[in-house]
């Protein structure tokens, strides 16, 4: 291990900062993690993301192995080419120059991406999608997220906005969601819309947060027959299949990988979901429809692949 190289994936979330110490062939060498707290303000926020990263690279340097360059994935809105969080509202962040104050405080190279396209290139390569030449990562938590990877690259769109899928409207005129649209599907099978939507149907009798009924709570009462749960999750399979189907027709995938939290509901995710995708298909093809294998670790591996890509060629697959 001692004189070998690493870089250091770095990934930010709404509540937690992720490190990882990543070898060439994707292999997490070492990992961390802090709170992000959130709660005491944007600039606090990028302090304790900076602190994190250098703790990080001096854990290197006591392991004896070097780091050619650091990979972050952010949350919010990335501009990957000016190296800017342009907007990320859960920490408190707007036109924050990340890669160039991360670069400062590190005397490293840098590389910025979003975090859902960092989580769908680690996927891609050393993943669910190994093999594939087209990738749909669509991972399933507080909202719906999307990337599209092509011949292992993110494909992110002219203005770093591409396959955000969760705010793909379904319902006109429908429910409000926090982009400032209506009928979003984030307002069908994003997780918050879940357990608000089932606690709406079933009224003060369902008990609020404090009586544990989240979105996998609700999951949980529908597999055991509950039949507003039932419904609910219904309603929110059927809108995701709709919305899949739609970037299905654009992107041709050959593969449509499912992440987050919500993925861990499986069968009972998958087979619906299949179905429902299978009775709206015209001339399109059905990809493979599969979980994500690297679960919450993606989105520092993806970082770190980007860092190694930064440093000198991909990361060999898996």
Same mark, same amino acid.
């Given at each position: 291990?001692?004189?070998?190289?690493?870089?250091?994936?770095?990934?930010?979330?709404?509540?937690?900062?992720?490190?990882?110490?990543?070898?060439?062939?994707?292999?997490?060498?070492?990992?961390?993690?802090?709170?992000?707290?959130?709660?005491?303000?944007?600039?606090?926020?990028?302090?304790?993301?900076?602190?994190?990263?250098?703790?990080?690279?001096?854990?290197?340097?006591?392991?004896?192995?070097?780091?050619?360059?650091?990979?972050?994935?952010?949350?919010?809105?990335?501009?990957?080419?000016?190296?800017?969080?342009?907007?990320?509202?859960?920490?408190?962040?707007?036109?924050?120059?990340?890669?160039?104050?991360?670069?400062?405080?590190?005397?490293?190279?840098?590389?910025?991406?979003?975090?859902?396209?960092?989580?769908?290139?680690?996927?891609?390569?050393?993943?669910?999608?190994?093999?594939?030449?087209?990738?749909?990562?669509?991972?399933?938590?507080?909202?719906?997220?999307?990337?599209?990877?092509?011949?292992?690259? %993110?494909?992110?769109?002219? #203005?770093?906005?591409?396959?955000?899928?969760? #705010?793909?409207?379904?319902?006109?005129?429908?429910?409000?969601?926090?982009?400032?649209?209506?009928?979003?599907?984030?307002?069908?099978?994003?997780?918050?819309?879940?357990?608000?939507?089932?606690?709406?149907?079933?009224? %003060?009798?369902?008990?609020? %947060?404090?009586?544990?009924?989240?979105?996998?709570?609700?999951?949980?009462?529908?597999?055991?027959?509950?039949?507003?749960?039932?419904?609910?999750?219904?309603?929110?399979?059927?809108?995701?299949?709709?919305?899949?189907?739609?970037?299905?027709?654009?992107?041709?995938?050959?593969?449509?990988?499912?992440?987050?939290?919500?993925?861990?509901?499986?069968?009972?995710?998958?087979?619906?979901?299949?179905?429902?995708?299978?009775?709206?298909?015209?001339?399109?093809?059905?990809?493979?429809?599969?979980?994500?294998?690297?679960?919450?670790?993606?989105?520092?591996?993806?970082?770190?692949?980007?860092?190694?890509?930064?440093?000198?060629? %991909?990361?060999?697959?898996?």
């Amino acid at each position: 291990m001692r004189g070998s190289e690493v870089v250091l994936g770095l990934d930010i979330g709404g509540t937690t900062v992720k490190t990882a110490l990543v070898a060439r062939d994707g292999t997490v060498v070492a990992e961390g993690r802090c709170a992000t707290g959130p709660e005491y303000g944007g600039a606090a926020v990028l302090a304790t993301v900076l602190e994190q990263a250098a703790h990080a690279v001096g854990e290197a340097s006591d392991m004896g192995v070097t780091v050619r360059a650091a990979g972050i994935a952010a949350c919010g809105l990335v501009d990957e080419e000016r190296g800017t969080v342009e907007f990320a509202p859960h920490i408190g962040w707007q036109d924050v120059p990340l890669r160039r104050l991360a670069a400062d405080r590190l005397g490293l190279p840098v590389a910025l991406g979003h975090d859902v396209r960092a989580g769908g290139l680690a996927e891609t390569r050393h993943g669910a999608g190994r093999g594939e030449d087209v990738v749909f990562f669509v991972p399933l938590g507080t909202g719906v997220g999307g990337a599209v990877l092509w011949h292992g690259r %993110p494909l992110p769109g002219s #203005h770093w906005r591409s396959a955000e899928i969760g #705010h793909v409207v379904l319902r006109p005129g429908g429910d409000e969601c926090t982009c400032g649209q209506r009928g979003c599907l984030d307002t069908f099978a994003g997780g918050t819309a879940i357990a608000h939507r089932y606690l709406q149907q079933c009224g %003060p009798a369902a008990g609020g %947060p404090a009586s544990g009924v989240d979105t996998a709570e609700v999951v949980r009462r529908a597999a055991a027959g509950d039949r507003v749960a039932a419904r609910v999750w219904e309603e929110a399979i059927e809108a995701l299949a709709q919305a899949l189907l739609a970037g299905i027709t654009l992107f041709d995938p050959g593969v449509l990988i499912l992440g987050g939290g919500l993925s861990q509901a499986g069968d009972q995710l998958l087979v619906p979901l299949r179905r429902h995708l299978e009775r709206r298909m015209a001339f399109q093809v059905l990809p493979r429809l599969v979980r994500a294998e690297l679960g919450e670790a993606a989105g520092r591996i993806g970082a770190g692949l980007l860092a190694w890509d930064l440093a000198g060629g %991909p990361a060999a697959p898996g």
